[in-house]
């Protein structure tokens, strides 16, 4: 069995789904935000009593897990994002920002929010993965 770190698990829907997304909706450049997940973002930032129009989502890929990358989620100010030099997208009030090195990662990818039985949170559709370790947790590029 293979050692997959501290590597978070997050909801990896199927190959079709996966597939149908990417050929309707996705980028060429940047990231789609989804409704839901711009909805979502909103939420978690003003829940923590922060203002969405300086709180958002940030997003870094870093090397973990045994396929070699996993994601990095967490809100962070708007002035983190700048200051480092982010990727920054905004749609429906969710402001969403991409650290500069792991933006070429992430690239033509759609951002959702995804509710389960086994369990809720962003789910990033991204094209550029070559493959996944059997845990569904990291990815190669």
Known sequence: MSDCGD???VFVPSKAVAEAEKRSEAPAFGIKITDRAAEKIVLFVTNDDHS???W???ITVKKDGCSGNSYDMKIATLEEGKA???K???HNGGLVMI???SYFF???SILDY???LTGSGFNLVNPNIKKTCSCGSSFAV
């Open 7 to 9: 590597v978070k698990k």
């Open 52 to 54: 969405p129009t300086e």
């Open 56 to 58: 958002g989502l940030r």
């Open 84 to 86: 480092a030099e982010d």
């Open 88 to 90: 920054i997208f905004e």
């Open 99 to 101: 650290e500069k090195t």
């Open 106 to 108: 992430v690239t033509g």
């Open 114 to 116: 995804v509710e389960a």
